[in-house]
């Protein structure tokens, strides 16, 4: 599938953001820890979304959407051990089915996860923490295979605030007997999120949103049991109702694709806390933001200057927002430098601007972008998601047509990303 691209508009309207796609994939996995029915709100429908569904369909569980935006789920007595090969490949989040099913039934076998290619993506810390709480937890040919033993709550340092880990230790020690405490957690607004869910389904959980995690797990001498329903906290038979957090990556992808047009848009329907390390570095670039309740317009009046970007866990500048920024700092005035300090080949997008005309040097973990530079439209490729994200705005910011491959890719987090630059004004299809 390919994006074309006419550039050279200016935008100017609204945008609504969408549910955020690394909340509603963690919340769809941990609905096999609620008791009854769930039922998320405010669900994007994105392409790594309809996977973790499958997902739960293919693990014996029900996943349908009522209509736009929610999502029904539920999860029979007995559910499939196995996560799926072909599924798990296709997206990185299958992984957090591993804390999911830890907790329901005690027992994963999973494939290693596939996701974008952007580093070496390990599980180590995830296992350690498994393995910490008393899962006998072994990696044999690409899978990973975890069964209850000897549960117990345990102190858990995570080496890097990982994400995922922070996930799946804290569902996985819902249904663990203690108390589990995890050091040097993600801070991320999708933790806290989980944790709200967790929470409202009858589980105790303090601490998220700063890096140290507690969570009291199920009952002593209440393990979590092959084939049985969910163990301790949240035997309480409790469904429940929940809407996911606005999308800051999406936001941030208008907001950065807004300053690369010099444009004027209103973004609607975000938490402006969740945004502060991009509207501050986007202030540093020049783009004014005028902050409201649950919006922001941002708007470019004068020339904008280059800046230096430090990928960082939240509350850091976010690492899924480098690409964009990165095709930004491409048409500003001055020398920028990029380091990348979260994922070890998130680069790639460099050669693909290149194609564009950018100037653009990467040495390891940084790379120096040299402006201004007149984007010139090309064929270019999507390396990965948040790279075909800033192929759009590269395309939209520079002249003539671009036409982006490989723009399924795109589709796995970006909510009719088409459709929406359109309203805005945007000249940007799809073809097959
Ligand atoms: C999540 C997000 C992704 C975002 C990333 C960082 C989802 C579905 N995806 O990914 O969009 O870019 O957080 O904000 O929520 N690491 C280890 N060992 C582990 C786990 C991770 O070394 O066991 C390393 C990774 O290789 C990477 C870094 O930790 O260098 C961050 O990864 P992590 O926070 O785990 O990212 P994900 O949860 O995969």
Known sequence: MKLVIQGGNTLRGKVRIGGAKNAALVLIAASAIAGGEVILDNVPRIADVERQLEIVQALGGRAEWQEQGRVLLSWPDKVAVAVPYQLAKKLRASNLFLGALAARIGQVRMPLPGGCDIGFRPMDLHLKGLSAMGFEVELEHGFINAKARELRGARIYLDFPSV???????????????TTIVENAAKEPEIVDLASFLSGVGATIRGAGTDLIKIEGARAGVPASAGRAPAGACDSGRGARFS???????????????????????IENVII????????????????????????????????RATDIKTLPYPGFPTDLQSPMMALLCLVQGTSVISENVFDNRFRVADELKRMGAQIRVKGHSAVVEGPTRLLGAQVKAPDLRAGAALIVAGLAGEGETEICQAELIERGYEKVAEKFCALGGRIKYVD
């Open 164 to 178: 995922g880990a922070t996930e799946n230790i804290m569902m996985a020690a819902v249904g663990v007997p203690g």
């Open 244 to 266: 996911v957090i606005p999308d800051r990556i999406e936001a941030g992808t208008y907001m950065i694709a807004a300053a690369a047009v010099g444009a004027e848009v209103t």
């Open 273 to 304: 806390r969740h945004l502060q390390p991009v509207i501050a570095k986007l202030q540093d670039v020049g783009l004014e933001v005028a902050v409201g309740e649950d919006s922001l317009t941002v708007r470019r009046s004068g020339p904008l």
